[in-house]
């Protein structure tokens, strides 16, 4: 399935059927039981290894958008269903409404972008036409939704809502809210522009933060832990917040530094880079689990000063 253009129709089918049953699965775990939505697709994914990366891709653009604009997608069925579906994760919606959440969803989703493939197969289910070039406006009278539909306030927790003023942009807060997140990438060995040569010969954009050279904001559908410059530890996935944490800290080679709530160890890796493998980050966690990855991702790395020590959060009992 993944190296073809164009679904046949059973194909088609199946793609439809798995993208609804993984809909459904998420919407009841998130909406009725209240758990994470990331974290039940990936258990999902790890349970279907039929499924392929365009599959996968299809499923994650239609589902995360769904989740994302819930506050207008809920507009589209019958209040009374809305609320079901809200509530407790499930509802008896007809064919027709599910498709059009989906189809919803897959639009907003790339808002503003080209048409993403699963906004184009929701169409052609539902056999509608979808313009070439469109816009919330367009994508509300393609669903026939109903007034209010693009409202800001309506894509916000309600302490937020209340501080929408007549004076806001609400068209550059609705971009906001629409565009996709940068992946960022921490280069922690070599040369930055080389590194983002090598993800642009991949099929990625990357582009370096004006300020900070080693931070790499990403974009493309490629599976950057599949890279071999990820594998041989060049590079970290690692918010940009986060890395400021290790510029504000400002270590020298041959210091010493604890990470106390160290985790999986993201600035742990940073304060040990940023030291030029010199000297000590020393990283606690009260969950050894986490950090094994830790002990994994330096070993990856070749980093010689990192130390791992669980820690429950009392009298430090090491220097």
Same mark, same amino acid.
């Given at each position: 399935?993944?190296?073809?253009?164009?679904?046949? =129709? *059973?194909?088609?089918?199946?793609?439809?059927?798995?993208? !609804?049953?993984?809909?459904?699965?998420?919407?009841?775990?998130?909406?009725? $039981?209240? !758990? =994470?939505?990331?974290?039940?697709?990936?258990?999902?994914?790890?349970?279907?290894?039929?499924?392929?990366?365009?599959?996968?891709?299809?499923?994650?653009?239609?589902?995360?958008?769904?989740?994302?604009?819930?506050?207008?997608? &809920?507009?589209?069925?019958? /209040?009374?269903?809305?609320?079901?579906? %809200? $509530?407790?994760?499930?509802? %008896?919606?007809?064919? +027709?409404?599910?498709?059009?959440?989906?189809?919803?969803?897959?639009?907003?989703?790339?808002?503003?972008? /080209?048409?993403?493939?699963?906004?184009?197969?929701?169409?052609?289910?539902? !056999?509608?036409?979808?313009?070439?070039?469109?816009? +919330?406006?367009?994508?509300?009278?393609?669903?026939?939704?109903?007034?209010?539909?693009?409202?800001?306030?309506?894509?916000?927790?309600?302490?937020? #809502? #209340?501080?929408?003023?007549?004076?806001? *942009?609400?068209?550059?807060?609705?971009?906001?809210?629409?565009? &996709?997140?940068?992946?960022?990438?921490?280069?922690?060995?070599?040369?930055?522009?080389?590194?983002?040569?090598?993800?642009?010969? #991949?099929?990625?954009?990357?582009?370096?933060?004006? #300020?900070?050279? %080693?931070?790499?904001?990403?974009?493309?559908?490629?599976?950057?832990?599949?890279? %071999?410059?990820?594998?041989?530890?060049?590079?970290?996935?690692? *918010?940009?917040?986060?890395?400021?944490?290790?510029?504000?800290?400002?270590?020298?080679?041959?210091?010493?530094?604890?990470?106390?709530?160290?985790?999986?160890?993201?600035?742990?890796?940073?304060?040990?880079?940023?030291?030029?493998?010199?000297?000590?980050?020393?990283?606690?966690? +009260? !969950?050894?689990?986490?950090?094994? *990855?830790?002990?994994?991702?330096?070993?990856?790395?070749?980093?010689?000063?990192?130390?791992?020590?669980?820690?429950?959060?009392?009298?430090?009992?090491?220097?």
């Amino acid at each position: 399935m993944d190296n073809k253009k164009t679904l046949s =129709p *059973d194909k088609s089918r199946t793609q439809s059927a798995s993208c !609804r049953a993984v809909w459904k699965q998420l919407t009841a775990e998130t909406f009725g $039981n209240r !758990r =994470p939505a990331d974290r039940v697709l990936a258990a999902i994914m790890r349970g279907h290894r039929e499924f392929g990366s365009r599959d996968r891709r299809f499923i994650s653009e239609t589902v995360f958008g769904f989740f994302r604009f819930w506050g207008w997608l &809920r507009l589209l069925p019958p /209040p009374e269903k809305a609320a079901a579906l %809200e $509530n407790s994760g499930a509802a %008896e919606l007809t064919a +027709i409404e599910e498709s059009k959440l989906l189809l919803g969803a897959a639009l907003l989703a790339h808002l503003p972008g /080209p048409l993403p493939e699963a906004a184009k197969f929701w169409a052609d289910h539902l !056999r509608v036409a979808v313009p070439a070039v469109w816009d +919330i406006s367009a994508a509300g009278k393609l669903l026939h939704a109903p007034d209010g539909w693009g409202d800001p306030a309506k894509m916000l927790p309600g302490w937020a #809502a #209340a501080h929408i003023t007549p004076q806001l *942009d609400c068209g550059r807060l609705l971009e906001s809210l629409a565009v &996709r997140p940068f992946l960022w990438l921490r280069v922690q060995d070599g040369d930055p522009g080389k590194l983002a040569a090598e993800l642009a010969a #991949a099929g990625l954009s990357a582009h370096a933060h004006p #300020a900070l050279p %080693e931070a790499l904001a990403v974009t493309g559908g490629v599976n950057v832990y599949t890279l %071999e410059s990820f594998r041989s530890g060049r590079f970290e996935v690692q *918010d940009l917040a986060s890395q400021l944490i290790g510029l504000v800290c400002a270590p020298r080679a041959g210091e010493r530094w604890w990470d106390c709530c160290a985790g999986a160890g993201g600035k742990s890796l940073e304060l040990a880079s940023l030291m030029q493998r010199k000297g000590t980050v020393v990283a606690t966690d +009260i !969950r050894s689990y986490k950090l094994d *990855d830790l002990r994994k991702r330096a070993r990856r790395a070749g980093f010689p000063n990192i130390e791992t020590r669980p820690w429950d959060g009392g009298r430090p009992r090491h220097a």
